[in-house]
């Protein structure tokens, strides 16, 4: 049940002892966030059936399809308060990092479980991951997914909103607003929350997250210290060379009225294992239980998110300075078709998509695909991204 009451603050770091390792406590909470931003019309099909599904998908597949510019009608501004839920876990006792923030945001087809797996944690789950290492960690569902509003998927679900929503998110991080303008959900425990007060923030993506997550490092470069990008390499060879119609996606309210029955026209999900297998899953690293995982709670996406893309890169601000380390699955096929090896340089994507910053390192994790959290072996990965993070002071 929701409650109004604002979170307390404060006591807790101060009396616990510093002895014990840290355990996790999070509280989940809805948030208000107001967005000015400029989204665009675009030309597309509607999408109300499962057959609108298909033909949506070949519509921007074909060889002869237009261009994301050459779909555009207009200007759509946005000027909305959006209802986002979130969660944030910190280290059960004060540590040498729990003042450091990490901002974690998932790929289209997901909500935030996709950083907290439920199918053996220790391994999988990198919010426990990055708890035990002493940070603390903020992850929220994306406009269109999960527990948060699920707006217009044609007009309103963008990449121009989606970024300013993460900008707002972060400067209500950053001037401890947070957690007051918050309604809680429920906490673990029905433990105190102390104060959120961060000297750094970390943005941390997965995919089209790491997109969002590039989009603020263009518009508002001075309000992130640090970026770890997933499933995301820019500048690779490869990219886009995959179209959405290799992948299968139904009308979501069809494809499961239970899950679904909510999400209006223009919300698509995908299929089956069987797609959701060739979209995140390399033969090495599979565990069927992971797959299952994945449907379970596999999310739609909106139609305009695939042609909005673009507006990452507009009306750049000032320049990411820090540090950004891009980790990609070695056989992700969304981004490289199946093969990252050879597809890119550091120095090319530095100077494409992060020139000012202090150091842009990429790294590719073994027998792995597009899904990290859900591979075997996923830990070993984050102790990279960890270890990355440490050698540059965060
Ligand atoms: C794509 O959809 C638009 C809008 O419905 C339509 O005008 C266009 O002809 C379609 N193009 C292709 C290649 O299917
Ligand atoms: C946004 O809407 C509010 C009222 O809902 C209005 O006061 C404000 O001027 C609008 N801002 C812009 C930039 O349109
Ligand atoms: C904190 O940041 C948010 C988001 O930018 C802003 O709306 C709010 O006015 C700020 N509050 C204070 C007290 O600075
Ligand atoms: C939760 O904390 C409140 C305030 O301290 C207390 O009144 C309440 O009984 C607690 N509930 C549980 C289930 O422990
Ligand atoms: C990569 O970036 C360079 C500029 O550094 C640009 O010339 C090149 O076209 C880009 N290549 C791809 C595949 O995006
Ligand atoms: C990157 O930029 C530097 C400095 O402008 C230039 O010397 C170098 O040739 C560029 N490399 C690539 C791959 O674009
Ligand atoms: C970037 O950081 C990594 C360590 O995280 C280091 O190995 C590499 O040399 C740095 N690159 C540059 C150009 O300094
Ligand atoms: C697991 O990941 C680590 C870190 O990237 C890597 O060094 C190791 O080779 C991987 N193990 C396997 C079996 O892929």
């Known amino acids: 049940m929701l409650s109004t009451r604002l979170i307390q603050v404060g006591l807790l770091f101060a009396t616990k002892a510093m ?46 399809a237009p261009t994301p510019a050459e779909r555009e009608t207009g200007p759509k501004p946005i000027n909305h308060t959006f209802n986002i839920n979130a969660q944030l876990c910190v280290p059960s006792t004060k540590t040498d990092k729990s003042d450091i923030l990490q901002i974690a945001i998932q790929g289209n087809g997901w909500d935030k479980r996709y950083w907290d797996v439920a199918v053996e944690p220790v391994e999988h789950s990198y919010v426990d991951a990055a708890i035990s290492k002493g940070y603390s960690i903020l992850t929220f569902d994306r406009i269109g997914t999960g527990k948060s509003e699920l707006p217009n998927p044609y007009e309103d679900v963008q990449v121009a909103t989606e970024v300013e929503i993460l900008a707002q998110l972060t400067a209500m991080a ?36 790491s997109l969002l997550i590039t989009g603020l490092l263009f518009q508002h470069g001075d309000m992130s210290d640090a970026a770890l990008l997933t499933g995301f390499l820019p500048n690779s060879t490869h990219m886009g060379e995959v179209p959405v119609a290799t992948f299968e996606h139904d009308f979501a309210p069809d494809h ?66 820090g540090p950004v380390q891009l980790i990609a699955g070695e056989f992700d096929y969304v981004n490289c078709n199946g093969d990252c090896k050879g597809t890119y340089t550091e120095e090319s994507i530095k100077n494409s998509t992060f020139p000012e910053a202090s150091n842009v390192t990429v790294y590719l994790q073994p027998n792995t695909a597009h899904a990290l959290t859900v591979a075997k072996n996923s830990s070993a990965g984050f102790e990279i991204m960890f270890s990355y993070l440490d050698t540059h002071g965060f």
């Open 19 to 64: 002895t014990a390792a840290a355990s996790k406590q999070c509280v989940e909470f809805d948030v208000p966030v107001p967005v000015i931003a400029t989204n665009n019309y675009y030309t597309m099909p509607r999408v109300d059936s499962n057959i609108d599904a298909v033909q949506w998908a070949l519509n921007f597949s074909v060889r002869t």
């Open 174 to 209: 950053r001037n401890r607003t947070l957690l007051s303008s918050a309604r809680v959900a429920t906490t673990t425990d029905n433990i105190t929350i102390p104060a959120l007060n961060p000297t750094h923030i970390v943005h941390v993506g997965h995919s089209f997250g």
């Open 256 to 321: 499961d009225p239970v899950r679904f029955g909510q999400f209006s026209s223009g919300y698509i999900v995908l299929t089956s294992e069987n797609t959701l297998q060739k979209v995140y899953f390399t033969q090495d690293t599979l565990e069927p239980e992971l797959l299952a995982y994945t449907e379970k709670v596999k999310q739609p996406e909106a139609v305009a998110l695939y042609a909005s893309s673009g507006q990452a890169f507009v009306q750049p601000g000032p320049m990411f300075k």
